[in-house]
């Protein structure tokens, strides 16, 4: 039996996950507003105390690495790339934008608000992404062919569903934790405004 740890905070909800093999035992859920980084170690020792057991005796753990808020994105590595370094545990990452619809059936259009009418989005079946992650302009993503007949889920405190089975199966290995930064998929605004002052 594989014991996983997964985590997310790429949004205002924060999912913290235990799970056995591919099957979920247990989850933790926040919702927050910029704040994440004061809770997300301490979420995760919970869910760990609540099974009784040590981040020493997890086998693998995977981490939502974006696109979505520049901050949660900066947490979630900082805490994944520390926990695999210190204790010598597999690192995977995936998609947010897959990890937080990954339990809803047929083709899903996953969304997260970009502002100014803007999202990161990507659409997938099942476990087969069929738009890969993207800074889109809202009107744009709507003309696509790609996105017809797909259900929306704008990811927020009530749109999201997470299915260990798939987020296990998309994963992909992290070969040197040293070099993992997230995908951020734009440049923060406070890059934009120091470009335009240049």
């Known amino acids: 039996m594989k014991r996983r740890l997964l985590f997310d905070v790429s949004t205002n909800v924060m999912f913290v996950g235990f799970a056995k093999d591919d099957m979920l035992s247990d989850f933790s ?13 301490d979420r995760i020792d919970q869910v760990l105390s609540r099974n009784r057991l040590t981040i020493d005796q997890i086998d693998e753990i995977i ?14 590595v900082m805490v994944g ?7 010598n545990i597999p690192l995977k990452t995936i998609s947010s934008l897959y990890f937080m619809t990954s339990g809803y059936e047929g083709k899903v259009a996953a ?9 990161f989005s990507e659409i997938h079946e099942q476990n087969q992404v069929i738009l890969e992650d993207g800074y889109r ?10 996105y017809k007949n797909a259900t929306t889920v704008f990811i927020d405190d009530r749109s999201f569903l997470v299915s260990p089975k798939y987020i296990i199966e ?3 290995l992290v070969e040197n934790v040293h070099d993992l930064v997230p995908n951020y998929l734009r440049r923060t605004e406070a890059e934009t405004n120091h470009d335009q002052k240049s």
Do not use: C, N, W
């Open 29 to 41: 859920i926040r919702i927050a507003k910029r704040d994440h980084a004061k809770y997300l170690v």
């Open 63 to 76: 981490i939502g690495i974006g696109p979505g808020s520049y901050t949660g994105l900066r947490i979630a």
């Open 81 to 87: 790339k520390m926990l695999a370094y210190t204790k």
């Open 111 to 119: 969304l997260i608000d970009a502002r100014r009418g803007f999202v």
């Open 137 to 146: 302009d809202l009107k744009d993503l709507y003309q696509l062919e790609v």
């Open 170 to 172: 998309k994963s992909v």
